[in-house]
């Protein structure tokens, strides 16, 4: 590693809820004179805005927001990624160290990996900061363990299509539904699926329903737990 660098920390604040933060993510936010998030998408100021309801000095720190749209274009999204790792890479060579704070954990389905790996190989010091899961999290709030036993779990991106994952025996989580989740919900109907649903979660306009009636308004943190029968 590059001697009289900062250090890059992908942070973990939580699904929703200021109270989640752990102490290790606040020690790191609060040790850390910038901070970052993604410049577009539905969690690109959520994070920001649960680190300041927990820790009222994130106010008054600076705040490097990168812009990395939420596309599926593999070149878009390899350039995008390689700008915001420079970014990054210019404060860190000058001895300053950043926290990129993302939703629930860095390591599920997060953006923060891309930079992490970009970063790495570019020789400085890099360390994620794990938090509490949005899907961990919901089953809470739902009153559920997720797997018991010799049960499998499986984590299913909803956006990208889950035909094929739904077959797979166990618990399936479905992450970030979005503006798929009509398409998501009609499916587990003809597969006569049991699903429960969280939309987001430990937040103010959160949504928890146990059995799923009517319809569902779209929503990009929402998370469905489909359990097998007899479960």
Known sequence: MM???GTLYGVGVGPGDPRLLT????EIICGSPVLAVPGSGSDSRAAYEI????LPQVGRKELLILSM???KDADELERS???AALQ???RLQAGQDVAFLTLGDPSIY????YLHRRVQKMGFAVEMIPGVSSFCAAAAKLGEALVSGGEALHLLPASYGVKEGLCLGGTRVL???GRELPEVLHLLHERGERAMLVQNCGMENERVCRRLEGKVPPDYFTILIVKEEGE
């Open 88 to 90: 990054l890479a210019e």
């Open 51 to 54: 680190a300041k309801a927990a």
């Open 110 to 113: 997060s953006t923060y990996a």
């Open 3 to 5: 001697k009289g660098t």
């Open 23 to 26: 102490f290790r993510a606040a």
């Open 81 to 83: 990624h390689n700008r």
């Open 69 to 71: 749209p939420m596309v």
């Open 175 to 177: 992450m970030k539904a």
